[in-house]
T-cell receptor, first 117, second 110 residues
Framework: DAGVIQSPRHEVTEMGQEVTLRCKPI?????LFWYRQTMMRGLELLIY????????DSGMPEDRFSAKMPNASFSTLKIQPSEPRDSAVYFCASSRSRLAGGAYEQYFGPGTRLTVT | RKEVEQDPGPFNVPEGATVAFNCTYS??????FFWYRQDCRKEPKLLMS???SGNEDGRFTAQLNRASQYISLLIRDSKLSDSATYLCVVYKAAGNKLTFGGGTRVLVKP
């Protein structure tokens, strides 16, 4: 089975430009998560969807960030305009099963390494 | 205070030795706990869940201490391939969120 697919794997852009990151979750998974990872802040949850509906976007840093999930097999994270402090690795993860205690096993994509100059 | 805290390390471990490290969490309402493994420049992957009674998976043993609010991971007979960053993860039903710790880096050396 294909895992979570993310594109692009690397993105270098100039400050002020729009950046769009893409994610295809594992088929049949109804939860999708966007994370950002930096050395300083570690892994941070930005937003997550359940059945294509945004459930919690409290981790989205500011209005420059937006995420959509138009269907069960595709999601985007957009940054407009981008800034150097947005440089990070952005992971998408998906989940279907619930673990003991109600949590869920997340499968992560390979990430998009974003550099904003 | 961070919700989930880990010693960043690195823990330098001779091959074949045992290494153990902890993770503390601040919210006593936390319900479920996990260890994820992240190799350099790769994505995190679930290593094991942590149950109240403690659990073992091969050379890996995880334990939970609710009274002191920490979980631990012990690796026996360390292999070079165990070199990675180990992320502690805490789940709360309220908010339905997983919170990741900053990770503990382990380096196993010959």
């Amino acid at each position: 089975d294909a895992g979570v697919i993310q594109s692009p794997r690397h993105e270098v852009t100039e400050m002020g430009q729009e950046v769009t990151l893409r994610c295809k979750p594992i088929s049949g998974h109804d939860y999708l998560f966007w994370y950002r990872q930096t050395m300083m802040r570690g892994l941070e949850l930005l937003i997550y969807f359940n059945n294509n509906v945004p459930i919690d976007d409290s981790g989205m840093p500011e209005d420059r960030f937006s995420a959509k999930m138009p269907n069960a097999s595709f999601s985007t994270l957009k940054i407009q305009p981008s800034e150097p402090r947005d440089s990070a690795v952005y992971f998408c993860a998906s989940s279907r099963s619930r673990l003991a205690g109600g949590a869920y096993e997340q499968y992560f994509g390979p990430g998009t390494r974003l550099t904003v100059t | 205070r961070k919700e989930v805290e880990q010693d960043p390390g690195p823990f330098n471990v001779p091959e074949g030795a045992t290494v153990a490290f902890n993770c503390t969490y601040s919210n006593s309402a936390s319900q479920s706990f996990f260890w994820y493994r992240q190799d350099c420049r790769k994505e995190p992957k679930l290593l094991m869940s942590v149950y109240s009674s403690g659990n073992e998976d091969g050379r890996f043993t995880a334990q939970l201490n609710r009274a002191s609010q920490y979980i631990s991971l012990l690796i026996r007979d360390s292999k070079l391939s165990d070199s990675a960053t180990y992320l502690c993860v805490v789940y709360k039903a309220a908010g339905n969120k997983l919170t990741f710790g900053g990770g503990t880096r382990v380096l196993v050396k010959p």
